[in-house]
C-alpha cells in the first residue's frame, strides 16, 4: 500500500492522529523513520517497508549463497581437468618413476627465488612455458663469472641480452614471463653437429594396442638459435648422420638407451592420458652419450618426418593416425 503526501502539515496531522489513537504506533505513514518527508514523494507504511526489506534480505543471501555454490562447483571441474600438454605435470609423472627419474633434468617452477637458486646451482637453465609449443617462449639463461663485469645473460630467439645483476636480469625477464606460468630446466650441454645443439624426436605411436617406436629424426638448431625445433628455422636429419663420428656398435647402443628412455615414458603417460595414441618425446644427449628427456609433444607434428623425407616412416604415421 502506498499514499501520495501533498505536503509536510498533512503527514505532521496524520502522525499527531495516529499517536493519540495507539501509542505503539509511531510514525506508521513515513518508512524512513527519522528522515523528512518531501512533499510529492511516495512512501511504504512503515511495518511492510520492514517485512519488504527482510524479504528481499532473504533473497540477495540466497542468490549470493547459489553463486558461491555454483562458483566453487567450476572451481572443481578446473582441478579436475588436467592440460596433457602441461610439462610440470609430466615432470612430476616421470620423477615417480625410479628408471625415468635418472633421465630427467631438474626443474622447478619459476620464481625470483628458484632462478637465483637455480643459476647458481647449475650456471645454465631453460625457461619455458609450462603449456606451450613449436619453442615460442623458451629463454637460454647464464650465470659466467667475470665476463667484462655482465656475468648475467639470457637469449630469447636471436636477441641475446647481459646484465651487471640478477635483479636487472629478472626484471627483464619478467616483461616476457608476466602472462602464464614458466618452468626452469637445467641447462645440459648437449652434442653437436657441425657447431651447433641437436636432440631428437622420437615418434611414438598405438600399434596393436601398445605404443612403438615408428621414427627417429635429428633436429639441429638454427645457427642464431637456442631452439632446435624445425618450425624456428632448424634442420632435420637422419640420426645415422648424427652418429657417424661413433664407433657402429657405440650408435646402436645409444639408439636402443634412447627408444627405452622414449618408451618408458610413453607408458607413464599412458596410465594418465590412455586417450592419447601418439607421442613425440625429445630426447638430448649430453657428451657421454647419455639421453635426457628434454620434454613430451602429446600433439605432435609429423613437419620433422617430411623434412627427412623418408617415405616409409610417413606412410606408417598416417596409417596409425587413419585407424
Not at 517497508?49 to 547459489?66: D, E, G, P, V, Y
Not at 609450462?130 to 667484462?148: C, L, P, R, S
Not at 641447462?187 to 605404443?211: A, C, F, H, T
Request: proline residues 3%; hydrophobic residues 35%; contains cysteine.
Amino acid at each position: 500500500m502506498t499514499i501520495t503526501v501533498g505536503g509536510a502539515s498533512l503527514v505532521r496531522a496524520v502522525n499527531r492522529k495516529n499517536t493519540k489513537k495507539n501509542k505503539n504506533v509511531s510514525g506508521a505513514i513515513n518508512v524512513k523513520r527519522g528522515k523528512k518527508v518531501n512533499a510529492g514523494k511516495q512512501y511504504v507504511l512503515g511495518d511492510k517497508a520492514n517485512k519488504s526489506k527482510k524479504i528481499n534480505a532473504k533473497q540477495i543471501n540466497a542468490k549470493k549463497i547459489n553463486a558461491k555454490k555454483i562458483k566453487a562447483k567450476r572451481k572443481v571441474k578446473i582441478i579436475k581437468k588436467i592440460n596433457p600438454r602441461n610439462k610440470w605435470m609430466h615432470y612430476r609423472l616421470f620423477q615417480s618413476n625410479q628408471r625415468l627419474s635418472a633421465h630427467l633434468p631438474h626443474t622447478v617452477l619459476m620464481t625470483s627465488k628458484t632462478l637465483h637458486s637455480m643459476l647458481m646451482k647449475y650456471r645454465m637453465v631453460y625457461i619455458k612455458p609450462t603449456v606451450g609449443a613449436f619453442g615460442k617462449g623458451v629463454m637460454k639463461v647464464e650465470y659466467i663469472k667475470d665476463i667484462n663485469g655482465l656475468p648475467f645473460r639470457y637469449q630469447v630467439e636471436e636477441a641475446v641480452y647481459y646484465f651487471t645483476s640478477f635483479s636487472d636480469l629478472m626484471t627483464s625477464i619478467r616483461k616476457h614471463t608476466i602472462k602464464k606460468p614458466y618452468i626452469i630446466q637445467r641447462g645440459v650441454e648437449l652434442i653437436n653437429y657441425q657447431s651447433r645443439p641437436v636432440d631428437l624426436r622420437i615418434m611414438l605411436q598405438k600399434e596393436d594396442g601398445q605404443y612403438n617406436v615408428v621414427g627417429i629424426a635429428c633436429r639441429v638448431a638454427h645457427p642464431d638459435k637456442i631452439i632446435t625445433n624445425a618450425s624456428g628455422g632448424g634442420e632435420v636429419i637422419p640420426v645415422q648422420r648424427l652418429l657417424t663420428s661413433s664407433r657402429i656398435s657405440k650408435g646402436l647402443i645409444t639408439i636402443y638407451k634412447m627408444q627405452e628412455v622414449a618408451l618408458l615414458a610413453s607408458k607413464v603417460l599412458k596410465n594418465k592420458f590412455p586417450q592419447i595414441k601418439e607421442f613425440g618425446v625429445d630426447i638430448g644427449l649430453d657428451k657421454t652419450m647419455k639421453p635426457w628427456i628434454i620434454e613430451i609433444n602429446t600433439r605432435p607434428l609429423i613437419r620433422i618426418f617430411e623434412k627427412l623425407g623418408d617415405r616409409d616412416i610417413l606412410d606408417r604415421i598416417q596409417r596409425n593416425r587413419n585407424q
